[in-house]
C-alpha cells in the first residue's frame, strides 16, 4: 500500500456502502453468464462512481460472451432489449421494476474489447478481446479501468487505478502516447474528467496531449462536441478548458478560445480577455438557479454564451491614440464567429442561434448605465433579448468583472434598476408579448387592402408605436394608421 493508505481505506470503505446497495437483478445477470460459462463484470464509471460514494444509475458490463450470445442471455433476463451498440458488441436491456418498489433496471453489455482507431480513419476499429484485464487496458484513465466481477463482487484493478483515484490524478492505463494514438478523443476526455471530477491530469498524459494535439482532427465533430458539452457542464468546467489551452488541443477544437490570450502591455491597458472570459463563466454558473428558477442548472447555453461573449476582440482590437484600446463592434463580430465555430462543432440550430444572440446583445446594458432608457427602450431590450432575457440578465451581470468596487456596485445598482423596471412593465403591459392594438385582419379592413407587403409595413409601423408609447387603444391606434396611412400615399 502506499503512503496515503488512510485515503485508500476510506475509499474502500465508501465503495462497500454503495456496492451493497447493487440491484439483486444485477447479481442475477451475473450468476445468469456465470451459468452459461461466460464472465461479466461491473466496469468503468460504476466502480469508480462507488468509491467515490456515489450510486451510479448506469450501469455498464463487460462480458467475455460474443454479441449473439450476450443477447440471447440478456433476452431471458429483461423485460425488453436492443441492440443498436452491436457494431461497438454492446447490448442493452430493461427489467421492468419488479424488486425494487417500481424501479427499471438498465444495463448495457459489451463483449472484451481491443480496438482502436486507423490513422487515417475517424471511427475506431472494433476487434474483440478475450480477457478482462486486456479489456481494462485498453480503457481511457485508470481510474476507470477498474472491475467487480459478478455474482462474486471481486475487485479487480490492474493498473493502479484505486491508488490513482486516491490521490486524484488521471493517468492512462498503458503508454499514454499509445493510448491516444489509438484514440485521440481521450484527450478530451483528459480534460472532461478534470472538469467533472476535479482531478489532475499526471505529466506524461499532459505531454503525451502536447504531442499529439493535431491527431484530434481525425475525430469527429460530434464527439468532440459531446465531450466538450459534457465538460462545459460539469462542476468545474475551468478546470478543463485549461487543460485544453495549456496543452494546445484547444487549438483545434475551439481555437477561438486560446485566441484571447491577449498580450497585456506594460501599462496594462486591457484585461487578459481570455481570464476574464473564465471568470465569467464561473460566476454565470453561480447565478443558474435549481430546477423550478428562471435557468435551471446546469445550462449549456448560458455557459457556451459566457465563455464566447468576448471572442470577437481579438479581431476589433485597435491601439488609440493616448494609449488606449478599443474593440469596436466587437459583439456583433464575435456573434458570427460563435455561429460559424459552433456550427462546425455540429451544434442545434437552436443552440447556435441562442448562443450568437446572446454574444450580439451582451453589450446592449451598458448604454442603460451611461443614461437613462425610456420605455421604449426597456422594451425593445426586453422583445430583442425573447426568450433568452433571462439568461441576458445572467450573463450581463456575470460580464461585470471590475475589481474597482465602486464602479461594480454602481453597475450591479444599474441593473437592478433595470430589472425592476422590467418587471413593472411587465406587470402593466405583459410584454412578454408586445403586439400591434390593431392585427392584420383589422389593418386590411380599416385601410381596404389584401393580404400583401403593405399589411406587413403597416403592421411593423403600428408595433414601432407600441414600443414607443406603450399600448395606444383600438381608436387611438386607428388615427395613428390612417395618418401614416395618408402620409405614407
Known amino acids: ?46 466502480v469508480r462512481d462507488a468509491f467515490l460514494g456515489r450510486a451510479s444509475s448506469d450501469l455498464d458490463f463487460t462480458t467475455s460472451a460474443t454479441p449473439d450470445e450476450t443477447q440471447a442471455l440478456l433476452a431471458r ?16 436491456a430493461r427489467r421492468f421494476g419488479r424488486r425494487r418498489g417500481g424501479e427499471d433496471v438498465v444495463v448495457e453489455v459489451t463483449t472484451y474489447r481491443t480496438d482502436a482507431y ?36 471481486t475487485f479487480v484493478d490492474p493498473f493502479g487505478g484505486l491508488e490513482d483515484l486516491a490521490r486524484r490524478t488521471l493517468r492512462t492505463p498503458v503508454d499514454p502516447r499509445q493510448s491516444f494514438d489509438d484514440d485521440p478523443l481521450r484527450m478530451m476526455r483528459a480534460a472532461r474528467f478534470a472538469a467533472q471530477l476535479g482531478f489532475t491530469v499526471d505529466d506524461a498524459a499532459l505531454a503525451a496531449v502536447v504531442e499529439q494535439a493535431e491527431r484530434i482532427a481525425i475525430v469527429s465533430a460530434e464527439r468532440v462536441r459531446d465531450e466538450l458539452s459534457k465538460l462545459l457542464l460539469s462542476a468545474q468546467p475551468r478546470l478543463g478548458l485549461q487543460v485544453l489551452v495549456e496543452t494546445g488541443l484547444a487549438d483545434h477544437v475551439l481555437p477561438e478560445l486560446p485566441a484571447l490570450r491577449l498580450e497585456i502591455d506594460e501599462h496594462h491597458r486591457h484585461k487578459d480577455v481570455y481570464e476574464h472570459s473564465l471568470t465569467v463563466l464561473d460566476k454565470a454558473i453561480a447565478l443558474e438557479t435549481g430546477p423550478d428558477g428562471a435557468v435551471p442548472g446546469p445550462d449549456l447555453v448560458l455557459r457556451l454564451a459566457a465563455l464566447l461573449h468576448d471572442i470577437g476582440k481579438p479581431r476589433t482590437r485597435k491601439f488609440e491614440p493616448g494609449g488606449g484600446v478599443s474593440f469596436h463592434h466587437h459583439e456583433m463580430v464575435g456573434a458570427k464567429l460563435v455561429a460559424k465555430r459552433l456550427k462546425a462543432l455540429r451544434y442545434d440550430k437552436a443552440t447556435v442561434q441562442a448562443v450568437a444572440r446572446l454574444t450580439e446583445l451582451h453589450l446592449r446594458f451598458h448604454g442603460y448605465g451611461e443614461g437613462g432608457w425610456t420605455d421604449s427602450a426597456v422594451r425593445r431590450y426586453v422583445t430583442d433579448a425573447g426568450p433568452l432575457l433571462e439568461r441576458l440578465h445572467r450573463l450581463t451581470r ?92
Open 1 to 46: 500500500m502506499p503512503d496515503d493508505t488512510p485515503s485508500l481505506l476510506a475509499l474502500q470503505k465508501r465503495a462497500l456502502g454503495v456496492l451493497a446497495t447493487l440491484p439483486a437483478d444485477a447479481l442475477e445477470l451475473g450468476e445468469l453468464f456465470r451459468d452459461a460459462g461466460h464472465e461479466l463484470a461491473l466496469v468503468g464509471g460504476p
Open 77 to 92: 433476463w429483461g423485460d425488453a432489449h436492443w441492440d443498436i451498440g452491436r457494431e461497438f458488441g454492446t447490448i442493452g
Open 118 to 153: 486507423d490513422p487515417t480513419s475517424r471511427k475506431p476499429e472494433v476487434v474483440f478481446g478475450d480477457s478482462l484485464e486486456g479489456d481494462l487496458s485498453r480503457r481511457d484513465f485508470t481510474v476507470n479501468s477498474m472491475a467487480v466481477r459478478l455474482p462474486e463482487l
Open 398 to 489: 456575470s460580464d461585470c468583472t471590475t475589481r474597482n468596487v465602486r464602479k461594480a456596485q454602481r453597475l450591479s445598482a444599474a441593473y437592478d434598476d433595470l430589472e425592476e423596471r422590467i418587471a413593472r412593465l411587465k406587470d402593466q403591459e405583459e410584454l412578454d408579448s408586445i403586439r400591434p392594438d390593431l392585427d392584420g385582419t383589422q389593418i386590411m379592413a380599416i385601410l381596404g387592402l389584401k393580404p400583401g407587403r403593405e399589411v406587413g409595413e403597416a403592421y411593423k409601423f403600428l408595433l414601432a408605436q407600441r414600443m414607443e408609447h406603450g399600448p395606444l387603444g383600438p381608436e387611438r391606434a386607428e388615427s395613428e394608421l390612417r395618418a401614416w396611412w395618408s402620409a405614407r400615399s
